[in-house]
């Protein structure tokens, strides 16, 4: 059995050591936000944070995840109370078919936690792993862009980090 | 009393003889400024066109421009052991670029590495192997340069500890270690071949990464092309103390410098990246010359070497092994079967073999680790990098990638990985050290994104 702690909740785990971290997540746990895409860590739908960094959980084997704290998209926020990464996406429309936007807001969620005053530059660089197929670029720019306009206000708090009780 | 009054005037002497040193080197080394001229202009095309070709055999913009700034305008941070360098603005910009050299000042830079204004310039311009570029060939990279969009961007100053930020130690430095140019052909060899050697040796500064460094920064001329360190690489050996599982040749050599991979071999990564990338766009001829000049340095691989070369070649030519799938029927592959109690291999049953072992061609489907001379090198360091960073996705261009597996793996599960890799792929004795060496890569790496955004 393999001790796993997801959003703040530790779980034990049925499934074998090598098996893919989003096959649990998916599988075992139902959290469905982190996507199968590839399979080879070349799309980036499938992102979540490992202590706060960016991983592929495609191609991260369930055992490398063991004491270490995961934070999957659900993490950040819930239908009735979204997040400010997840509002931005809302009010920007950022999403065509969706399919990739977990993984983007994984990775800005990530970037805004080391500056909330990104550089379009910036943004750009920290989201070339991923794929959008849809073409929505520019939205999902904006909706970076406005939430950390908005997590730059006082109104929310400033910085989440997977240490943190996640808001649910 | 007497004693210490012996000791003082001893102490003044020597203060004495270090203070005339000094000042005899700074005479010794005193260059005279080149007067500024207007930025010159009506370049013959056909020149622009050679110089561009040498700017990118010489890879001038890789070190010449920061990362998001505009080309040849300067502003990276280049560490070294001493101290962080700043490359500079060689745009024609009249005020913060080389607008205002005059030929003979470009020219002298290139083989005496002394700016327009007099001063020495530090070594990380690699001037000791500019010096063997041609008067005509220098020609030819001002009218290139002298022809680029001039950019207004000043140079942050050098982060350097005293002495060192005396520009006038250069001197004694070039004293030591410059061989002024310019390159004098071999008549031992054909003109390829010293085509190939001028090249190499001169723009191409292959030994500016490949050859080892001693302690006053200079390349160890008697350990040519025997390993070195660069921008936490380790640029590999490319002489007889290779690493390459399977012996390069001139052919192999060609096929990488020119396309930035080789199914044997792998793929181009970290500062051999980029260089990769300038020489896709040079004459064919000039590659092929570097290659071959290189080929002939490194020697032909002993029998044994050759043999079990040829032996892993044809192992690895047919890509049907454990986990192959067609690629027609998706991405997916079996991993191979993990043997249990061996950590190691679990995370790289886990994490490396869907796409090490998937059999996909080169340069996109991972390479048969066997091959790699990362796992086969005397130093972890390269194998630490690629596995915690991957290979990045290029912006706008197509590219083999690797996912990063930094947040992935702690530095103990990295230090099971490698040394299961190198048990398993290499037949090298087992690295020592290695929780030292995933320290110090981590430091290193905030060394310089710490420096990067100074």
New interface residues.
């Given amino acids: 059995m393999i001790e796993l702690k997801v959003n703040g909740r530790t779980q034990s785990i049925a499934a074998d050591?090598?098996?893919?971290l989003l096959y649990v997540l998916r599988g075992e746990l139902q959290l469905n936000a982190a996507k199968y895409g590839?399979?080879?860590?070349?799309c980036g739908s499938c992102a979540v944070?490992?202590?706060g960094?960016?991983?592929?959980s495609c191609?991260?084997?369930v055992?490398?995840?063991e004491n270490?704290e995961v934070t999957t998209l659900e993490g950040l926020g819930t239908e009735d109370e979204p997040g400010p990464l997840q509002r931005a996406f809302i009010a920007e429309q950022a999403a065509q078919c969706g399919y990739c936007i977990p993984g983007m807001m994984i990775r800005a969620h990530a970037l805004l936690r080391k500056t909330l005053t990104p550089s379009d530059?910036e943004i750009?660089?920290a989201l070339?792993?991923h794929l959008c197929r849809c073409g929505t670029h520019m939205r999902i720019l904006r909706a970076i862009r406005r939430a950390a306009q908005e997590m730059r206000s006082a109104a929310v708090e400033p910085r989440g980090t997977a240490a943190r009780e996640p808001v649910l | 009393m007497r004693l210490l009054k012996a000791g003082g005037i001893a102490l003044g002497v020597g203060l004495l003889l270090i203070v005339a040193g000094a000042a005899g080197l700074a005479a010794y080394g005193w260059r005279p400024a080149i007067d500024p001229v207007d930025p010159p202009t009506g370049f013959d095309p056909a020149m622009v066109e050679t110089g561009a070709e040498l700017a990118a055999i010489g890879n001038c913009g890789t070190c010449h421009t920061a990362p998001?700034g505009k080309p040849f305008a300067g502003g990276l941070a280049l560490p070294t052991p001493f101290g962080t360098v700043y490359s500079t603005n060689i745009t024609p910009d009249p005020d913060t670029g080389i607008g205002r050299w005059p030929e003979a000042a470009f020219g002298r830079a290139m083989r005496e590495g002394v700016d327009r204004a007099g001063r020495h310039l530090y070594p990380a311009f690699p001037y000791d192997h500019f010096t063997l570029v041609s008067d005509a060939d220098n020609q030819a990279l001002y009218a290139f340069l002298m022809t680029r969009q001039p950019v207004a961007a000043k140079a942050p100053a050098n982060d350097l500890p005293f002495p060192l930020n005396q520009r006038f130690v250069l001197a004694g430095w070039k004293l030591l270690f410059l061989q002024p140019g310019p390159y004098k052909p071999d008549p031992a060899h054909d003109a390829a071949w010293n085509r190939g050697a001028y090249l190499a040796e001169g723009l191409a500064h292959c030994g500016a990464c490949h050859t080892p460094r001693n302690l006053f920064g200079a390349e160890e001329k008697d350990r040519r092309f025997a390993g070195g360190d660069a921008e936490g690489w380790h640029a590999v050996p490319i002489g007889s103390l290779s690493p390459a599982p399977v012996p390069w040749t001139a052919d192999s050599l060609f096929h990488y410098l020119r396309d930035g991979w080789h199914g044997q071999h792998g793929t181009a990564q970290g500062p051999m990246g980029p260089v990769a990338d300038s020489l896709a766009a040079v004459p064919e001829d000039d590659v092929r010359a570097i290659a071959a000049y290189v080929a002939s340095v490194m020697g032909l691989p002993d029998a044994e070497a050759r043999k079990r070369g040829d032996a892993l070649a044809a192992a690895t030519a047919d890509p049907a092994g454990p986990g192959t799938r067609p690629q027609s029927a998706g991405?997916?592959t079996v991993?191979a079967a993990?043997p249990a109690q061996d950590p190691g291999a679990?995370?790289y049953?886990?994490?490396c073999a869907?796409?090490h072992e998937s059999g996909r061609p080169s340069p996109f489907g991972g390479l048969d680790l066997r091959l790699s001379s990362a796992i086969a090198g005397d130093s972890p360091a390269n194998l630490i990098r690629i596995i915690r960073h991957?290979v990045?996705?290029a912006?706008g261009a197509r590219g083999p990638?690797?996912?990063a597996?930094?947040?992935?793996?702690?530095d103990r599960?990295l230090e099971t990985l490698l040394a299961y890799l190198r048990g398993r792929f290499s037949d090298r004795p087992a690295w020592t050290g290695l929780g030292d060496a995933v320290r110090a890569a981590r430091d290193g790496e905030v060394a310089a994104a710490a420096a990067a955004s100074h």
Avoid at chain 1, 38 to 42: N, P, R, V
Avoid at chain 2, 405 to 410: G, H, I, Q, T, Y
Wanted: aromatic share 4%; glycine share 12%; hydrophobic share 50%.
């Fill in positions: 050591p090598d098996t893919p590839c399979g080879l860590g070349q944070l490992i202590g960094e960016v991983v592929f191609v991260v084997p055992l490398l995840a270490k530059a750009r660089r070339q792993p | 998001g991405s997916q991993a993990v679990a995370i049953a886990g994490t869907a796409c991957g990045p996705a912006s990638i690797m996912p597996f930094a947040a992935a793996l702690s599960q």
